[in-house]
């Protein structure tokens, strides 16, 4: 399955549909979410309560490692407690793959070339396919095969997009095609110049990351980086952030960076200025006050958070709603128009009221406002009239 023209066409618009579990991702599907439990699948009850927690944060399909038949063992149970699907990560044991398929995975990542003799593939691949599941070919910098290495010299865009093709073929050979693929590397460069060379080549839908990208503080922005490009160019299918840190904050991570490029519009935008010498609240506690107020809340609006009043409002207009600092005090705006002034340290119990009372279209508008609508309804204990 080669693509073998340029066209206008973004590259995710053109790929193949594969469908995990209900979630379709490729052919223009919306760009998913996806993470990892750090829980071992021995450990029930805790994979469980962190699927539950990622599946609150907005995840759309979660992964876990199947190391060895006691894990394997209890993907049963893990299947029928997830709310998402559950995708089966196996390294090496095709007899783990067709456990997990036997277990209900929607998916298993496994690279074939890893597993041995063509026996082997056929067996995973029969049990995939009898079972409408996709398999993830992931190709990682890191791990490259050892003649790849000494052609190229060190990991290459092109020795990973040749280890893919490898893995790739022998799904091709079997006569299956629900692929999809990824090609990792911690170096943003390096992937994003391999993804761009798979884009060129390939149609099955692309998974990005940047590997190992390390903790929050850096591992958001190299993420952003690296992910953020792709997506842009119409590249990417599905994503995962990988960091070292509690798997919510990759999908917290993964969600904005969508939002911000307009992929995804589900959850409470902030806009919020930097601050200048104008300023007469405190707008760093300000704002990050209303992001962790507003981070699961479930609404597709943008809300502006600014220092003062002189530029405030014509900077608030393009967002839904508004908050802009003023001495002692806070204004509240819907759509650029002023409807509440608050005291300061009311100011984001008011926004909270707001957001909740305002409803929205979901066909609505990514920018704008103008699709949503709010009844004043206020509790005068919190709000004070102008
Ligand atoms: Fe300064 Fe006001 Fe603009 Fe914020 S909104 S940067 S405080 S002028």
Known sequence: MRKTQENEVPH???TRRVMIGDVAVGAGAP???QSMTLSSPVDVAGSIDE?????EAGVDIVRTAVPNEEAAARLPELVKNSPVPLVADIHFNY????AAAEAGVAKLRLNPGNIGKAERVRAVVDAARERGLPIRVG??????????????GHPTAEAMVESARRHV??????GFEDIVISLKSSRVPLMIGAYRLAAQEFLYPLHLGVTEAGTPRTGNIISAVGIGTLLAEGIGD?????????????????????ESLDLRRESVRIVACPGCGRLQVDLIRLAEE???RTRDIRKPLTVAVMGCAVNGPGEAREADIGIAGGRGEGLLYVRGAMVKKVPENKIVDALIELIDEVEVDPKRSVRGGDQITWTPDWDESVAQTS
């Open 51 to 55: 699927i539950q927690r990622l599946a």
């Open 31 to 33: 760009v998913s979410i």
């Open 290 to 292: 209303v992001e962790a």
């Open 95 to 98: 007899r783990l793959a067709i």
């Open 139 to 152: 190709v990682n910098a890191g791990s490259l095969e050892r003649d790849l290495l000494a052609k190229y």
């Open 238 to 258: 599905t994503l995962r952030v990988s960091l070292s840190a509690d798997p919510v904050e990759e999908v917290h991570a993964a969600r904005t960076i969508l």
């Open 12 to 14: 995710r618009e053109r």
């Open 169 to 174: 073929r022998l799904l091709e050979d079997e």
